[in-house]
Each structure stands twice: as C-alpha cells, then as structure tokens.
C-alpha cells in the first residue's frame, strides 16, 4: 500500500555508531530579553535532543542551555537600566527559563555562568592553561600589554579595518580604545593543528561552507589573545592575577564542560564529553571553532565531534533588533499559534544552515496549510470514519507494530545531517500518497465492511507510522494523534477527538 513496508527491513547504521548524544546551545546573554531568534536554536536542538531520545533512550542524551551572564555588556546594560548586574542577571536568565517552559522545550539542565559550580570550574580550566605549553612549547598563557578598538556588543576587540566610518559594522557604536595591561592565550601557536583537524574531518565544522570560512581565515594567521581584563569588575577573577577577571568569552565557552562536571565530577564528566554537537550562530563561529577548540588542546581535552553553524534570519526583512522595534515575543507566538506550529515553521521554513526570513504571514500559511488542511485534515478525515467503523481487529499484531515503529535509514540520516526541512518533506511525500488514496478510494461510500476496516487499518497505520517521525517536530501533536488511534490487545479502536490543528 504505501512505502511503509519496504522500510521495515532497513537496519538503522548510523545510530550505532553513537551512544550518547549531548547536544548544546549557545548560552544566550542577558542584557535583553530573548527573541525568536534566540528561540530558533534552542528550538533546533529540542527536535534533536528528542529525537535521539526516541533512539537511544533518555538517559543517553543531555540536552545543555543556559545564560552568559559575566562581561562589560551586561554591567552596561544593568547600569542603564538601573539595577544591579546580579539582579539584571537573574530577571533576564529566568525569561528564558520560562520561555523554554512555555515553548515545552526539554533541556536537561540549565547553566548559568553566575553559579558556583561553573565559577568553580572556570578557575580549575585557567590555573589548567596557566600550566600548559603549545604545540610550539611555549607557555600558553603569557603577560603582555593590549592597545585596541573594544566593541562592548561583540565582547571583543575588532581591528581598525573591520569597521565602517569608525563604527562596528553590526552594532553601529564606536569601539573603545582599550589600553590595558593583560593576560594572553597563545593563539597564534594553534594555528597549524587547528587546520590540519579541520582538514581532516577530526574536527567537524557543518555545513561545509563554514568549514571552509574557518580554514580561510587560519590561514590568514592567527593573533593571540588577550584572556583577562583589569577594568571589568562583573566576571570571574583570574585565579593567578586577582586584579583582573576573565575575559567573558572564555568564560562562556567553559560552560560546555563546566555543565557536564569539568573538575568536579569525573564520572560524569567522562559519561559526557567530548559533546557530540554544539549548535550555534553563523555570529559566533570563530569563537567556537577557533578560540575554544585551542583552548581544549591547550588543557588536553577532546574537541567536540561536531559545531553546526546555522544561518541568521531577519524579521519581514529586516534585522531582529529592539531599535527598529520589531521584537516578536516568542510566547505571544505561542499562544497564537502553538508550540509545534512554531517550532514546525521554523524548521520547515529556512533550510538549517542558510540564511531566511521569519514573518507571521507566511507562519500563517504554513499553518493553515501543512498542518490544519495538511497532516490535521488527513488524521481528521480517517479519524471520522474511523470513529463510524467501530473496533477494528488487528490481524497480525507483531507485522502491526514493527511497521508503525519503523524509522527509515534516510529520515535518520537527514536528522543526524540536520536537513529539518528535508527530512519533514520525506514525510510528506508519504502523506501525499496517502491523501490521494484516500481520495480514489472514497471510503466514506457505503461499501463492504471488511474492505473498510482493511482499508481503515492501513490508514491507521500509516497515521501511526508517520506520527512516530514527526514526534520530536510536533510532540502536543503526537500525544493527540496517539489518543485517537489506540490499540488493546489486538483491536484498533479510532475515535474523532479535537482537531489537531484548529483553523485561526
Ligand atoms: N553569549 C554568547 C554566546 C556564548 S556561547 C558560549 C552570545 N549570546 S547571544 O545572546 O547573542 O546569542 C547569539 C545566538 O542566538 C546566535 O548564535 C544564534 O544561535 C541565536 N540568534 C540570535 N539572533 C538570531 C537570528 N536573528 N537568527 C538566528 N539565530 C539567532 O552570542
């Protein structure tokens, strides 16, 4: 009847390989509220976090978010909004706390660069550094002087020729000039090994165009880089030089393994790390695919298997910023449409990796169509007839259940590549076929019973199948679904329920 059958002697190889999944998100700063945007990764890594759940079971895979919260960029913000950086700290880390609940995303744990436990670990990785030498033998980690531009929104400093008339070309400031005497990574000594990984697929960067950003830009030759900042009181003392504190960079990236244990728990540190992703913005890249995998060798720690860079996207084509005042809060989003509708139409939308546009018109459309007349018509339809057709019995059980818990090969390698969108069309290649059956067949005709449960069976099934693949995309959907086709013992009994999608 459908593809369904020729799936069912497939043998899943990919997920064999792995046997836990950690998977993080960037740690979101807390001089302003979340956005959509900020929704957009998190959101990413919930579909995958549950995903392999599905295969590996929940207590393979650590799904890690959280809030940086150091650095001159909040003590900004928190002196412009008159309040205290702890006080600014805990308001904007808890706002994402309660967006994530309310978006039913499942992280297992949330870290904040604030908490002891991360504090203490970012002390045990610089006395770590403090010790360390490069490939080169040279001391990691060297005094020096520092004269350049510091852009406060980047948290970094920029060279004269990345600005345009003087400003930063993102945050459109003027940079500080910053003369100060500071502690220095060697970065420059990392160069050679970073490129040679890269290259080498030991450490991978996806999609292939980042990779190929980031070996362009090794090859441009590295600068070191200054570690500590003497003028910036709201962040971590360095623990060999109490006059300065940590550079809010390196802090922040010490959150991957500060989270899992770092120093202080080895049994989990060692269940955990290396993580198998790190999910993150094309804005972020070379910090995470330069500055923390140097970091990593200087201390001798495994570098992450795999950073995925996605693309920004703008908001009815234009930059998502609180000046243009365009700022959508994700919750009233929520409320409006739901939580699956919109980690759906993000994840169906842009392609993961490539640039996009957010816009509520064509969240809208994609509503309407995929999901209320799309997946929400077909279930409704069958469910209708279903509910008319009394219990169904189920031949053979076992053939039953093997072909709706069946996962293709292709589905999972398009979720372990990250083609959300490629792998949702997967699945809606089946659902057209189906529609059209359902169609041709007009079962709503008075026919033989037999045939009608047959058919209704095969439907049902389908439905089932085809439920398990969308889950992690649409799990208030999935519980549905599973409430209106039910089986006991060897009976189907389908009832209508509520709609899965209702028409806005
Ligand atoms: N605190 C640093 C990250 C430290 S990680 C060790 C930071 N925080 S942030 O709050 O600015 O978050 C940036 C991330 O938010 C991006 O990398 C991306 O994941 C997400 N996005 C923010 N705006 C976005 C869009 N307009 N489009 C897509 N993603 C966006 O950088």
């Not at 309660?98 to 203490?120: A, S, V, Y």
């Not at 509520?360 to 509503?367: A, G, P, T």
Request: charged content about 25%.
């Amino acid at each position: 009847m459908c593809g369904v059958h020729i799936f069912v002697a497939l043998r899943i190889q990919i997920s064999n390989k792995m046997e836990k999944f950690y998977i993080t998100t960037p740690i979101y700063y807390v001089n302003d509220r979340p956005h959509i945007g900020h929704a957009y990764t998190t959101i990413a890594a919930d579909v995958l976090a549950r995903f392999w759940r599905t295969r590996f079971g929940d207590e393979k895979v650590w799904f890690l978010t959280g809030t940086d919260e150091h650095g001159a960029k909040i003590e900004q913000a928190a002196r412009k909004a008159g309040k205290s950086s702890q006080a600014l700290a805990d308001e904007i880390s808890e706002a994402y706390r309660f967006l994530w609940k309310e978006l039913g995303l499942t992280p297992n744990d949330f870290i904040r660069t604030t908490e002891p436990r991360h504090e203490r670990a970012v002390t045990a990785f610089l006395l770590r550094l403090k010790e360390a030498k490069t490939p080169r033998g040279r001391e990691a980690i060297f005094e020096g002087e520092y004269k350049g531009l510091y852009c406060t929104g980047h948290e970094a400093f920029l060279k004269e020729s990345e600005l345009e008339k003087g400003l930063c070309p993102d945050h459109k400031t003027k940079p500080e000039l910053v003369k100060e005497k500071n502690w220095f990574f060697r970065l420059s000594d990392y160069e050679k090994v970073l490129r040679e990984k890269i290259s080498r697929g030991e450490f991978v960067i996806k999609p292939v165009s980042r990779k190929n950003e980031v070996l362009k830009f090794l090859e441009q030759g590295l600068e070191d880089i200054a570690i500590s900042r003497p003028n910036v009181k709201w962040g971590i003392p360095v623990p060999f030089d109490l006059s300065q504190t940590i550079y809010v960079w390196v802090d922040a990236l010490i959150n991957y393994v500060s989270a899992v244990g770092y120093s202080q728990n080895r049994v989990q540190f060692e269940k955990w790390w290396p993580a198998d992703l790190h999910l993150i913005g094309k804005d972020i890249l070379k910090f995470h695919c330069v500055l923390w995998p140097a970091l990593l060798l200087a201390v001798e720690l495994p570098l992450p298997q795999k950073i995925f860079v996605h693309g920004y996207f703008t908001l009815d084509g234009q930059k998502i910023s609180k000046t243009i005042g365009n700022v959508i809060d994700p919750v009233e989003l929520s409320h409006r449409y739901g939580n699956d509708a919109l980690r759906y139409f993000l994840l169906r939308e842009i392609p993961f990796g490539e640039d996009g546009d957010f816009s509520e018109s064509k969240l809208k459309q994609v509503y309407n169509g995929e999901l209320a007349n799309g997946w929400g018509n077909f279930v409704a339809r069958v469910a209708a007839l279903g509910e008319n057709a009394g219990k169904i019995k189920i031949p053979d059980i076992v053939t039953f259940h093997q072909i709706i818990n069946e996962v293709p090969e292709e589905f999972v390698r398009l979720l372990d590549n990250l083609e959300f969108s490629n792998a949702l069309e997967f699945v809606w290649q089946e659902i057209h076929q189906h529609d059209k059956e359902l169609q041709d067949e007009a079962l709503w005709k008075e026919g033989d019973k037999t045939v009608l449960h047959e058919r209704l069976l095969h439907k049902a099934e389908f439905i089932l199948w085809a439920n398990n693949l969308l889950q992690s995309f649409l799990p208030e959907a999935y519980e549905k679904v599973k409430a209106k086709f039910t089986v006991r013992g060897n009976k189907l009994s389908i009832i209508k329920g509520e709609p899965l999608f209702p028409r806005i």
